[in-house]
């Protein structure tokens, strides 16, 4: 490796990064998705996946899930910065494994095929709340509802059976029981 | 039914509600009418400027010299780029600024109209927060909200962007509302418990040091008053940042220099080897900090800072204060003197031992140089500057570079809000619009920029801007003839290759201070350094003092090379044992 002539320090220990989901309430306005957005790339914070739209119409509010990976340190900050923004309201997280949330994503997958093929596609898709949204004698469009690695399996397991296009949500979340995020 | 006011007019409402006195700004098209309005408006001064990233500069050094926003008028297009490099330098800073730039009429915008830039999608990472009116209606709101923005928490710059046909739109003004809203965003929530807890650490610490930062400056001079209580209470050592410089007077016995980089061999070593560290309002930099992994290793370590986001960035805090300077030492104040009163045994005994070993450190003297009879030395200036302008209540700026160490090592200032230098960001040509801007906030006092020749170049367009208000600013340059950090890097790591850090072809400054209008010295022998400085200070008018100092002096003593504070490189005499080696030239 070449000699470092950097000004600045050189990175040392590492520690591991956890999958973490974060929501975040903010006034529906102009640019506020550009704002949080541009807080994780500006900051070298990672975005695996993003799910935004209007919560509440009276009081404007938007709400906002990414899903992303970072070490504690930096989900911490994470969680601060974005509290710094004017337009956010407030911001929730949890990880990944966190039983007291329920996570979930949608997706459509497109499969085109004789009958028993589209057939076998339910069948496999049956764990998932399958829906037949649009059929025709050789294709359909089914939608399910899962977790991220299960539409990724999903998505693998189609495939030989004549899934021809796959469109999919960033994840939502919401706790389980009465209680709600403050 | 109520008058209906222009968008112009508004602006201008807005800016007299705000108590704004003056506006650093230059005239383009898309302000057009905030230009025809200002003559009807007789409280707010407008200053022009020769170049926007003056406007922004100048407004950062009323700011910081007075404690109120900076205000700053610009046009679209090359008038909001052009003032990008002072907005993120004051976001880097914690500067309040609010900046008004035109935009071209809502409905070109989008579609590369002449002088169109996407103002608020450039000033979005480098502002708290930035607006694009694009409604009449919003606009009273939008500029009070602004103003909050600007001043509350931890301060920074905004942006307001108001296209063209706003300008001219016509609606009923709407007042400030004195409402809070906190959003979530509530600054000073610390609680008795932390402050009890920090005053047991207090008690219980044999090697404290305190250290502290710009966030005591911006939280107001009454929490200079404060801390200076504290460290009298306590009988700690303390140091600082380059920021926090002022806030505590820096020819006390108790205040130990400058810390990081370029700090003092004592503040340095006591940050290595205290038991007990308390951040007030700092950030734990990287000029700071060092090698992070060995940073202050056997400390329990206290952080108050106003931002929550500050807190566990780079370095662990064993207690975080979230709250304003003032408020949070006042607390702590009187929570010590409270128990002083119960048992009159102070802590001082405790840390006796810890003074002694600061004291050894201090017998190093590491700020010392070799000084000369033939060549002026630069820190030798900067020194006869401080003793022959320390009786005059003085306010200093500086640009970037060794010049802006030495003038940090050795200017020693005693009030908070008399520094202005450009820490976070390091922008060359920085300091002489930063002086327009003190001087405009306090028109008698004695404001001196303390630059460099290769940084002074880079605005020194705003000279023009001095000499049209009378402003009788002194540049006192430090001309070495190199960018003297670029050259000093190049010489301690890449083996003396000076690769374009020379400056070949510089302007006679005495020519052009005579081109400028104003008043040209010249220094080039020790002997008559004093005399010059004196004629310096008394003329009334704007100075460009050409101080030509020995080209190869290094600043010293020094962080090398990825090491921890404990491990620093000192003056000449010192630098034979101590070469730097291997891979610690990565961290200079």
Known sequence: MPKSKSAYSIPTKKQKPDTYIFVVWVDNEAGVLARVVGLFSGRGYNIESLAVAEVDAVKNISRITIVTTGTPQVIDQIRLQLTKLVPVHKVAEFKREDKGVIFKEMALFKVVGKRNKIQKCLNACKKF????????????VIQITALRREIDKMNKRLKPLGLISTSRTGAVAMTRGAKIFN | MPKLLTGAEIVFKCLEEQ??????????????????ELKN????????VRHEQGAGHAAEGYARSSGKPGVVLVTSGPGATNVVTALTDAYMDSVPLVCISGQVPTHLIGTDAFQECDTTGITRPCTKHNWLVKDINDL???????????????????LIDIPKDIQFAKTKYKKQNKEKKLNGKSHNKFSKDQIDELVKLLSKAKKPIIYSGGGVINSGPKASQALREFVELTGFPITSTLQGLGAYPGDDNQFLGMLGMHGTYEANNAMHDCDLLINIGARFDDRITG??????PNSKKVHIDIDPSSINKIIKVDLAIVGDVTSVISKINK?????????????????AKW????????????????????SIKPQHAVKRLYELTKNKDTYVTTEVGQ???????HYKFNKPNRWMTSGGLGTMGYGLPAAVGVQIAHPEKLVIDIAGEASVLMTMQEMSTAVQYNLPIKIFILNNQYMGMVRQWQELLHEKNYSESYSEALPDFMKMAEAYGCKGIKADNPADLDDKIQEMIDYDGPVIFDCHVDPNENCFPMIPSGKPHNQMILGPNDQEENKIKGKGKALV
Do not use: C
Request: hydrophobic residues 35%; without cysteine.
């Open chain 2, 19 to 36: 108590k704004v006195e003056h506006i650093f700004g230059y005239p383009g098209g898309a302000v057009l009418p905030i230009y025809d």
């Open chain 2, 355 to 374: 003074w002694e070993q600061i004291e050894k450190w201090r017998e190093k003297d590491s700020l010392n140089f070799v000084n000369s009879d033939e």
């Open chain 2, 291 to 296: 090698k992070i992994d060995e940073f202050s």
């Open chain 1, 129 to 140: 709340n399958p829906v037949i949204l649009d059929e025709t004698k050789t294709s359909a």
């Open chain 2, 140 to 158: 009273s709101k939008v500029i009070h909200e602004a103003f909050r923005v600007a001043t509350t928490g931890r301060p920074g710059p905004v």
């Open chain 2, 335 to 351: 929570t010590i003197s409270k128990r002083k009163n119960g048992h009159s045994k102070s802590n001082k005994s405790n840390i």
């Open chain 2, 41 to 48: 408006h007789p409280s707010i001064k407008h200053i022009l």
């Open chain 2, 403 to 409: 010049h802006q160490m030495w003038a940090a090592q």
